[in-house]
């Protein structure tokens, strides 16, 4: 079976312009986390979608947002984007979401690098 | 606020040796705790979790044991191999929000 999925693998922006990352998550997980991974750091939780809402969020600055599909995949928008932006991004899978989300899968990652 | 306090590393230890490395959380309620291991040019894998106070994770010859009263998950494990080379993170989970501490890197030399 396919594990998470995420596009595209690296990514170069100018300041103030605008991404979209893209995650699928295993076949029959509902819950879809994305963080970020800044060089030499433990992953920063941004969001948490489980059944196509917002569960949980974390402390990230409004133009950071996202949405899962009704096949349970997810974007990642961030606008307005500031060269501190530029870290790995990952996306992460769990069958349920919330306290429940015990194993949580995470995908390869998207490398973001703002100039 | 929730957060996690992880071993700063890097730690380098001889094959056979003995690993511990320190996990301390802050955090209200019950949260659950895991361990994931990241090794070299591949993504993160959680290696071990515990949901309730004394639970004890375990794999891969890992252990740790989730501690209410000193609020710790230290990562133990009896005898490393050089193929246990990675970045070990602690990490919780409060229900909507994930905390991931900053990461230890160990490497085992034969």
């Known amino acids: 079976d396919a594990g998470v999925t995420q596009s595209p693998t690296h990514l170069i922006k100018t300041r103030g312009q605008h991404v979209t990352l893209r995650c699928s998550p295993i076949?029959?997980?509902?819950?879809v986390s994305w963080y970020q991974q800044v060089l030499g750091q433990g992953p920063q939780f941004i969001f948490q979608?489980?059944?196509?809402?917002?569960?949980g969020r974390g402390n990230f600055p409004d133009r950071f947002s996202a949405r899962q599909f009704p096949n349970y995949s997810s974007e990642l928008n961030v606008n307005a984007l500031l060269l501190g932006d530029s870290a790995l991004y990952l996306c992460a899978s769990s069958l349920e979401g919330g306290r429940a989300a015990y194993e949580q899968y995470f995908g390869p990652g998207t490398r973001l690098t703002v100039t | 606020g929730d957060s996690v306090t992880q071993m700063e590393g890097p730690v380098t230890l001889s094959e056979e040796a003995f690993l511990t490395i320190n996990c301390t959380y802050t955090a209200t309620g019950y949260p659950s705790l895991f361990w994931y291991v990241q090794y070299p040019g591949e993504g993160l894998q959680l290696l071990l979790k515990?949901?309730?106070?004394?639970d004890k994770g375990s794999n891969k010859g890992f252990e740790a044991t989730y501690r209410k009263e000193t609020t710790s998950f230290h990562l133990e494990k009896g005898s490393v191999q050089v193929s246990d080379s990675a970045v070990y993170f602690c990490a919780l989970n409060t229900g909507n929000q994930f905390y991931f501490g900053t990461g230890t890197s160990l490497t085992v030399i034969p």
């Open positions: 076949s029959g997980h509902k819950s």
């Open positions: 515990a949901t309730k106070a004394d």
């Open positions: 979608y489980y059944e196509k809402e917002e569960r």
